[in-house]
């Protein structure tokens, strides 16, 4: 499964699932910086819709709210 994370470093939100992903230890998750690469945001756009962070790629497949994303996260543990 491919997992992106769409965020940026100062983004309150970002910080609390990135809280969740450093806790669970998950190795899985490329982070996107949406204020350090125009191709990640254009890309954040067209495809979910919006620019809101943070929001996950799940297979391509965009999840946006940290309290969701969360709560996906902890439903699927990461498969070692
Ligand atoms: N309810 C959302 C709030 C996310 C949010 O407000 N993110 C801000 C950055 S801290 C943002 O992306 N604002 C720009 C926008 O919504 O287009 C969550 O919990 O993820």
Same mark, same amino acid.
């Given at each position: 499964?491919?997992l /992106?994370l769409?965020m940026f470093?100062?983004?309150? !939100?970002?910080? /609390?699932? #990135?809280?969740?992903?450093? /806790?669970? &230890?998950?190795? %899985?998750?490329? !982070?996107? %910086?949406?204020? /350090?690469n125009?191709? %990640?945001?254009?890309?954040? #756009?067209?495809? &979910?819709?919006?620019?809101q962070?943070p929001?996950? !790629?799940? %297979? &391509?497949?965009p ?8 709560k996906w ?8």
């Amino acid at each position: 499964m491919e997992l /992106k994370l769409y965020m940026f470093e100062t983004c309150p !939100f970002c910080r /609390k699932v #990135i809280r969740e992903i450093e /806790k669970e &230890g998950r190795t %899985d998750i490329a !982070f996107h %910086d949406i204020h /350090k690469n125009e191709e %990640d945001l254009r890309t954040l #756009i067209e495809v &979910g819709g919006s620019q809101q962070v943070p929001c996950l !790629f799940i %297979d &391509g497949s965009p999840l946006y709210e940290s309290d969701d994303i969360i709560k996906w996260l902890r439903d699927h543990s990461q498969v070692r």
